[in-house]
């Protein structure tokens, strides 16, 4: 056997086993760390062959060092914390896992942005309370199929979530520059632009990856566009909604509430948290989950084992199948 090592630079799973069963039989040692930060990662995984990546950053700096690596193979969708350029500058390859979940992370945002539109976190906290009545909602409550849905972005996932919630008669409306009005309308959403969107959506649905031109994209400008009764969804990542804008607008009343699956600061990806260094887990009409939106036994198994097939086929000297390309 070649005795390659993998290492995985972090992880919250209760085991390596998934990775071991793909990656043992060519002879790979498989080593668990958890440097969730990615500081140190150079030097503890310094004879590393191919990287499984959970949160942890892998910038240029730590790269540079990482001279027998072969493959960064990460275990979710985005790459945003991989320094795609500066790896294959180096000689290796990023891959991802651009598939799994897609049923899941919609059905996290549509069960969010039902809770919310229904103001069921309200009705639950007035029955704890003792109170009995229909105007506990705190809130307006309207009809789905009189409401319209906006999607920012228009990838996979959001054009699952396109195809579940017309179920429920809502209008759906669909900001993304890179796809074509006739694509949208097969699922049946009208393109528009972001401003209309924001305007007219009783739900603005985040499902746009986070690169530098969205970090942001939902900033104090766009909230300020928002009707009053909407709710803002995000389950793609944090750094997309600015968290200090989202607050002001909570705490003011431009927008009814919030759902997120994570927020600007990552605590996933952090070393130490606290959520009171965020004031948005302060407020009762915002509501979030700590990025759990992925989360099912099938789709945990499937990440893990798509990213070590992915390390296997490069270790083999094949091509990987979830290549992610430099951005040129």
Not at 116 to 125: E, G, K, S, T
Not at 161 to 174: D, L, M, N, Q, Y
Not at 231 to 255: F, H, M, P, T
Request: glycine residues 6%; contains cysteine; hydrophobic residues 40%.
């Amino acid at each position: 056997m070649a005795g390659y090592k993998v290492y995985i630079s972090d992880f919250d799973y209760p085991d390596n086993e998934v990775e071991k069963s793909v990656l043992q039989p060519i002879g790979a040692e498989v080593i668990g760390l958890q440097c969730r930060t990615g500081e140190g990662l150079a030097e503890q995984a310094a004879d590393a062959d191919a990287i499984l990546q959970q949160y942890a950053k892998i910038p240029r700096s730590t790269i540079e060092k990482l001279t027998r690596c072969k493959a960064i193979c990460r275990y979710g969708t985005g790459v945003d914390i991989v320094d795609v350029e500066a790896a294959y500058e180096h000689g290796m390859v990023v891959t991802n896992v651009p598939d799994y979940a897609l049923d899941e992370v919609a059905d996290h945002s549509i069960a969010l942005a039902l809770m919310l539109v229904r103001r069921i976190p309200w009705y639950a906290a007035a029955t704890r309370a003792g109170k009995w009545h229909w105007s506990e909602s705190k809130g307006p409550l309207h009809r789905l199929r009189d409401s319209t849905w906006g999607l920012i972005g228009f990838g996979r996932i959001a054009q699952n979530i396109a195809r579940k919630v017309r179920a429920f008669h809502f209008r759906i409306v669909a900001y993304d520059p890179y796809i074509s009005q006739g694509f949208m309308a097969t699922f049946g959403a009208e393109k528009v632009p972001l401003e209309d969107l924001l305007a007219r959506s009783d739900v603005v649905d985040v499902m746009c990856p986070h690169t530098p031109e969205t970090e942001h994209l939902v900033d104090e400008a766009a909230l300020r566009r928002m009707k009053r009764t909407a709710v803002l969804v995000n389950c793609a990542r944090g750094k997309i909604v600015d968290n200090r804008a989202l607050y002001q607008a909570l705490s003011e009343g431009w927008i009814a509430s919030a759902g997120l699956d994570d927020t600007e600061e990552e605590p996933a990806k952090l070393g130490s948290w606290n959520p009171d260094d965020n004031p948005l887990f302060s407020l009762e009409n915002c509501i979030i989950t700590p990025h759990v939106a992925y989360v099912s036994e099938g789709s945990l198994e499937e990440c893990r084992r798509v990213a070590a097939e992915n390390a296997k086929a490069v270790l083999l000297g094949k091509t990987p199948p979830d290549l992610v390309r430099p951005r040129r």
